[in-house]
């Protein structure tokens, strides 16, 4: 039996949701797992105590991370400095977590995905394993691509930050996820540049000028065999490996459940029977739907998958809402919802309304995807220009999901009806 000490990043729910997973496997097959990281506990409560295999806990800041004013946006300037301050810190870090692998008597790293875990497992002597479909270090050297211009009368985007700043940052990132030996490489994946050591740099290049797709080079490069990649001959393997998913509860397809999870978060006895949109961005903040009934084009006619219009309502007939990571008392939104609309508990479990819904409205999160393929629930996704992992997830989507985007002046706007039905006729 083994211990693990499985680093996993603090930025999103999506990294949390796939680590229990991997880690419930870890503790019924009798090891030991310590979870290292800055996320709140709450993401990880189907796996520590009181359950009955728990794992251990441990907050430590270890990673950078992403700065987003919303799910969907990011702020460069405040990525960058968060970077570097970290970066600042990362010797004595380091010191401190090779200190603690050895003392605990670590057996092997596991990292999703915190280059920091990579290195501190190598400094100590143990193997590092990367689990995921996508490294930090890809999104931090984005930062330096310009956006797209924005419609006029917008705020114009905020400016790329300058290569020459941003590159030695990354090229430290790349280094420390290098010492990884193996990668075990999820679907929705996208250029990991410590393994695919020939995909050009910085990562605005692997994207092509309408921002909509890899270009053919990267795709070709991601379409090749793990056999094929260079780090191998280097000894660092890298294996492809199934979606690793949550599931739901065994009687989640039961109507008794429906009715009881429905009930559960104030859903009253007249809307029981209606369709359900699960609102679900991963637990970061959105702007409060803006309130819009209906249009005269509302259920059951058909529209084109292009057509918004500006009389779009938010719901169509029919449908309510259930809100999630809206959790806390001093939640503005959470007390001020439209109608129709419903706020999660903290501690529901997401894969449970995934089952229950008819539709889900989020980003282009790993943990979204993954658990809306696994129920067969149609997904509305609002894009996030500025996540390159997202170009990954949309390619997998694409190849093995019901999807369609909502813009995001749609979104904020409150025109969702039609993209719901069209996203619930597909």
């Known amino acids: ?26 503790l019924e097959a009798g090891h030991d797992v310590t979870l290292v990281t800055s996320a709140p506990e709450i993401p990880f409560a189907s796996i520590l105590a009181p359950t009955s295999l728990p794992a251990t806990y441990r907050k430590k800041n270890v990673d950078a991370g992403m700065v987003q004013p919303k799910a969907y946006d990011v702020d460069r300037r405040a990525t960058c400095d968060v970077l570097i301050d970290f970066l600042s810190q990362r010797e004595q870090i380091l010191e401190e977590e090779v200190a603690w692998l050895k003392e605990e008597r670590m057996d ?3 990292s999703d995905a915190t280059f920091l875990g990579c290195a501190a497992g190598s400094a100590a002597g143990i193997p590092a394993i990367i689990i995921s479909n996508f490294t930090f270090d890809s999104c931090f050297s984005y930062l330096s691509h ?35 030996s193996l990668l075990l490489r999820l679907p929705g994946v996208i250029p990991i540049p410590a393994f695919d050591t020939d995909v050009p740099m910085p990562a605005g290049r692997w994207i092509n000028d309408d921002r909509t797709a890899f270009v053919p080079h990267v795709e070709a490069l991601l379409s090749r065999p793990a056999s094929a990649i260079p780090s191998l001959a280097h000894g660092r393997k890298v294996i492809d490996v199934p979606l690793i998913v949550r599931t739901p509860s065994p009687e989640a ?21 209606a369709k359900v949109l699960l609102v679900s961005f991963g637990g970061q903040a959105i702007p409060r739907p803006q309130t819009r009934p209906p249009s005269r084009l509302s259920s059951p006619l058909r ?11 938010l719901l169509p007939q029919g449908w309510i809402a259930i809100v999630t990571g809206l959790s806390g008392g001093d939640n503005a939104i959470r007390e001020d919802l439209p109608y129709g609309f419903f706020a999660s508990e903290k501690d529901v479990y997401v894969p449970d309304l995934t089952w229950i819904a008819d539709c889900v409205l989020g980003k282009l999160g790993y943990g979204t995807c993954s658990e809306t393929l696994s129920c067969r629930t149609p997904f509305i996704f609002v ?19 019901t999807s369609l985007g909502l813009a995001r002046s749609d979104f904020e706007a409150g025109r969702w009806e039609f993209h719901i039905e069209e996203a619930y006729e597909l």
């Open 1 to 26: 039996l083994m211990r693990f000490a499985f680093y996993v990043s603090g930025h999103g729910f999506g990294h949390a949701t796939r680590v229990s997973a991997v880690t419930l496997e870890l």
């Open 108 to 110: 092997a790293v596991l």
């Open 146 to 180: 310009p956006a797209l211009p924005t419609p006029i009368g917008t705020d114009p985007p905020e400016p790329p930050i300058n290569a020459k700043e941003l590159d030695p940052l990354v090229r430290q990132t790349v280094a420390d996820y290098a010492c990884a």
């Open 253 to 273: 397809n039961t109507p008794e459940f429906r009715r009881a999870i429905l009930t559960g978060m104030g859903v009253p006895d007249f809307l029981l029977d």
């Open 303 to 313: 529209r084109s998958a292009s057509y918004a219009g500006p009389n779009a309502g």
């Open 383 to 401: 894009p996030r220009p500025l996540f390159v992992e997202e170009f990954g997830l949309k390619r997998l989507m694409h190849a093995r999901g």
